[in-house]
């Protein structure tokens, strides 16, 4: 996973209107967290850490079960 450190419009416009808002908002680089994708060219999975609520949210497309054990390691 790679970790984004500004506002990706790629990755917002495809997953931000069907969020939580605790975490499109941190999505969107307007409240604090951490966000990581799983490729900035071609994103399918998107792992969203909110300050706020204090969690993880996976977001985007489904993946192969052995992806989400390897981000788990």
Sequence with gaps: MIELKAYNKNACEK???????????????????????????????ILVYSDYQKGFQFMGSTVPEAKYAEIRE
Excluded at 15 to 35: E, M, Q
């Design 15 to 45: 997953i931000i209107k069907t969020s939580s808002i605790y975490f499109s908002n941190v999505l969107a680089f307007h409240t604090p967290g951490r966000v990581w994708v799983d490729n900035e060219e071609n994103i399918k999975l």
